[in-house]
């Protein structure tokens, strides 16, 4: 189990695959948390939840347009008590880049609230899986076409016996009165340039 650096204060506004969802490898969501969702489904109908890859007529798009390198899959997309969260990958083996998009419901009011929010979600994420995520530093970007703190760390991701170096880019925006997060996360080669690219692609939509 790995442990991530906590995110400071001031944020602004195939079979292979589907072992590596239940595992929880590669930042996905770990089963303890996919556990409680499902219950959450047989107490909420209106609930959306669908897990794994090529969800059909799923649009990945549907808060943030992106771009990522090479082929993509939809490795979740879930709405419940008005929370959005949608996760794309490449198709590696496992995914050497992960992107988290997603849109908090409108009771967690406030920064404080909805970073403390998103601190516990990328925690039990990483924790879940084989990224140990250290060095860390906050950088003034744009996205939606406005300013955010972005959150960078700096780490490796670990594949059986191979380690890889690898990077986590994480803000919060505003957008029409809602609050969203995007997470982009990428291991390999060049793991910053790559999650930079990314985001450097993302928009609001």
């Known amino acids: ?17 589907a072992k590596w969802v239940a595992l929880g490898c590669g930042g996905c969501l770990g089963v303890t948390v996919l ?13 959306r939840f ?6 059909g007529s799923v649009d990945s798009q549907e808060l943030f347009t992106y771009t990522i390198p090479g082929e993509t899959q939809t490795i979740l997309n879930m709405g419940m008590f008005g929370m959005q969260m949608i996760q794309v990958a490449n198709t590696d083996s496992p995914p050497s880049i992960l992107l988290t998009m997603g849109q908090l419901p409108s009771y967690l009011k406030g920064n ?6 998103v601190e516990e979600f990328q925690n039990s994420i990483t924790t879940e899986g084989n990224y140990q995520l ?10 939606c076409d406005q300013p955010v703190s972005v959150v960078i760390q700096t780490g490796s991701f670990e594949d059986g016996t191979t380690t890889y170096n690898a990077a986590s880019l994480l803000t919060l925006v505003e957008h029409n009165n809602d609050a969203r997060f995007v997470w982009v996360l990428a291991h390999g080669d060049a793991p910053q340039t790559t999650a930079d690219q990314v985001f450097a692609t993302l928009d609001c939509r």
């Open 1 to 17: 189990m790995t442990q991530a650096a906590p995110v400071p204060p001031n944020l602004s506004g195939g079979s292979n695959t």
């Open 35 to 47: 556990a409680g969702l499902t219950l959450a489904f047989f107490i909420n109908r209106t609930m």
């Open 50 to 55: 669908t897990v794994g890859p090529d969800q």
């Open 112 to 117: 404080d609230a909805q970073q403390s929010f």
């Open 134 to 143: 250290t060095e860390q530093r906050v950088e003034e970007r744009t996205l």
